[in-house]
C-alpha cells in the first residue's frame, strides 16, 4: 500500500504532481492511500514518494474540474478524484457518461465549489487599514465552506489591482502586495478590523438601493445564507429594512407619478431648430445632429435628447444594442449605464478595445414609463424599431461594417428587419446584405436582472465567447 501525504490538502499542485507519479508508475487507486499531513500515519502504509511523473495525457475539462474539486472538504476527495483520472487514463469518454455514479459525484461537487467561489466574490468586505506610499491598503475576513483561496485571490488581484490587500479565512491569507499575490497560512477574524469608514457609506448605499416593493425573503436567504450575515457590513441593517418594508411600499404607492425628465426642454432649446432633410444626411455628424431633432415616432416627446452611434467611422465591428437608458439618454452617448459597464468589461475580457468599435442603438431615443423620480424603461415596439431603422441603415452605411454584432432581440430586428429570436440565431455566423457577417447575443442587461449568481456567470462567459468569435472573425 502506497502512502501519499498531502502538506496542504487542497492544494491541486501538491496533489496532482502525486497523482501523475503515481498514474506513470501504474499504481492502481486500491493501492494507495491519502492522507492530509495533519493527520495520523496509517498503520500499514508505505511512504516512499510516488514514481517520477511521466507523460500522462488527461482530458482539460477533467483536469479544470479537479483543480475545482480538490477544494473540498471531504478527506476522501483526493482518493476519489485519483480513481477518477485512473479510470478516464483508460476511458477518454468517461465525463461524457452521467449516469456513473463517481463522474455523478465529480459534477455534484464541482457545482458546490463553484457556488462557493461565487459566494465568496460576492460577500468579501475589505476594511481600509491606512495608506502608504501612495496606495490604500485593505483587509478582509471570510470564512468559506471550502478550501478555495486559491480559486477566487486572482479574481481579487483583476479587481483590486491597484491597491494593496490581504484576505484571511482559517485555513490560508491571500496578500496582495507590490503588485505581487502570495499566500501564506490561516488566521484569525481578529487581526480584520470590525468597520471602518468605507463600511458605514456601503451601509447607506445598501438600505438607499433596497427595494421594498420586490423583497422575497426565500430567495434573499438563498443568494445571501444566513451564515454569511455575521461578516457583512449590511447584514445588520437587512432586520429593519424587511420590518419596515411594508410601510415604505405604501408610501411609494402615493408617490405621485414624475413628469418627463426636466431636461429635455433646456436641451432643446439649445439645439437648432433645422432638422436636416434625407438628402442633406451626408456624414455620421449629420446622423447624429438630424437623429436629435428626429420626430419619426412618439419618442422623442419626452427624451431628454436623441443618441446617435458613437466609434470610429471605419470601424470594422459594429455593436448595436436596443435603445438609450436613463443615463445614456442624459449623457448622450450609447452604452454609458450599467449594462455598458458590464459591457465595457466583457470587451475587454474578449480582447476588443472599445475605442476601435462603433457602438449604436436600433432606437435612438429613451422610452420609459415614470414612477415617481425614477424612469423605468420600457421596451420598444416593433413599429418603433421598424420606424427608426432607417437611422440605423444610415449608420452602416457611412461605417461598412465587416461585422455587425446584435445585442438582444430587439437589435436583431432593426439590423435583419425580421422578429427571431436570439436562440435561433445564436452560436453561428449569418451573411447580410452588403457583405457584412452577422452575430447574435444577449443584451448585456440581461446579466444585470439575473438573479441566479451561478448562472448569471455561466451567461457572462457565454455572452464573453461570443465577443471573442466576432472579434476572431473581424480578425
Known amino acids: 500500500m502506497r502512502e501519499i501525504v498531502l502538506a496542504e490538502p487542497g492544494d491541486f499542485a501538491e496533489w496532482r504532481s502525486a497523482a501523475r507519479g503515481l498514474l506513470a508508475g501504474g499504481v492502481a487507486p486500491e493501492d494507495v492511500s491519502w492522507r492530509g499531513g495533519a493527520e495520523g500515519a496509517s498503520l500499514f502504509g508505505d511512504a516512499a514518494a510516488p514514481a517520477s511523473a511521466g507523460a500522462v495525457s488527461l482530458p482539460r475539462e477533467l483536469l479544470e474540474i479537479a483543480e475545482r474539486v480538490i477544494c473540498h472538504r471531504d478527506p476522501e476527495v483526493p482518493a476519489r478524484l485519483y480513481r477518477i483520472i485512473w479510470r478516464a ?51 478582509a475576513w471570510f470564512e468559506p465552506s471550502h478550501r478555495i483561496l486559491r480559486l477566487t485571490a486572482p479574481f481579487f488581484q483583476r479587481r483590486f489591482y491597484g491597491m494593496d490587500w490581504a484576505i484571511v479565512t482559517p485555513d490560508a491569507r491571500a496578500i496582495w502586495q507590490d503588485e505581487t499575490l502570495v499566500y501564506g497560512p490561516g488566521g484569525t477574524k481578529d487581526e480584520v478590523p ?38 457583512l457590513p449590511e447584514a445588520q441593517d ?16 402615493e408617490a405621485a407619478v414624475s413628469l418627463a425628465n426636466p431636461l429635455t426642454d433646456k436641451w432643446r432649446t439649445r439645439v437648432p431648430d433645422e432638422l436636416l432633410l434625407d438628402d442633406d444626411v451626408k456624414t455620421l455628424g449629420d446622423v447624429a445632429r438630424a437623429v436629435d431633432r428626429c420626430t419619426r415616432c412618439p419618442l422623442y416627446c419626452n427624451a431628454t435628447q436623441g443618441v446617435a452611434g458613437e466609434g470610429p467611422g471605419a470601424a470594422r465591428i ?12 442624459l449623457q448622450g452617448r450609447p452604452f454609458v449605464g450599467p449594462a455598458g459597464h458590464v459591457l465595457n468589461e466583457a470587451l475587454e475580457e474578449a480582447g476588443l478595445d472599445r475605442r476601435r468599435l462603433f457602438l449604436t442603438n436600433a432606437v435612438k431615443h429613451f422610452k420609459f414609463e415614470p414612477r415617481g423620480k425614477r424612469r423605468l424603461h420600457q421596451n420598444p415596439t416593433t413599429g418603433e424599431i421598424d420606424i427608426c431603422r432607417w437611422w440605423l441603415d ?58 441566479d449568481r451561478e448562472r448569471a456567470a455561466e451567461e457572462r462567459a457565454m455572452f464573453v465567447a461570443d465577443l471573442i468569435r466576432a472579434r476572431k472573425l473581424a480578425a
Open 194 to 231: 470590525d468597520s471602518d469608514v468605507v463600511e458605514d457609506q456601503w451601509r447607506t448605499y445598501y438600505g438607499a438601493i433596497f427595494n421594498p416593493a420586490r423583497v422575497k425573503i426565500d430567495a434573499m436567504r438563498a443568494e445571501m445564507p444566513k451564515k454569511y450575515w455575521k461578516n
Open 318 to 329: 459594429m455593436l448595436v444594442g436596443e435603445q438609450p437608458g436613463d443615463q445614456e439618454d
Open 238 to 253: 437587512i432586520a429593519p429594512l424587511l420590518a419596515g418594508a411594508e410601510a415604505r411600499v405604501e408610501r411609494m404607492r
Open 89 to 139: 487514463a483508460r476511458d477518454r469518454q468517461l465525463l461524457a457518461r452521467t449516469t456513473d455514479a463517481e463522474v455523478d459525484w465529480l459534477r455534484k461537487a464541482d457545482k458546490i465549489i463553484r457556488r462557493d467561489v461565487h459566494k465568496m466574490h460576492a460577500f468579501v468586505r475589505f476594511r481600509r487599514l491606512g495608506e502608504e506610499a501612495g496606495r490604500e491598503s485593505f483587509a
Open 394 to 451: 444610415k449608420e452602416r452605411a457611412f461605417v461598412q461594417p465587416d461585422l455587425i454584432v446584435t445585442l438582444g432581440a430587439s437589435a436583431l430586428r432593426g439590423v435583419t428587419g425580421k422578429s427571431v429570436s436570439i436562440k435561433s440565431m445564436r452560436g453561428a455566423v449569418h451573411e447580410l446584405d452588403g457583405g457584412s457577417k452577422l452575430v447574435a447575443t444577449i443584451h448585456p442587461s440581461f446579466l444585470l436582472r439575473l438573479p
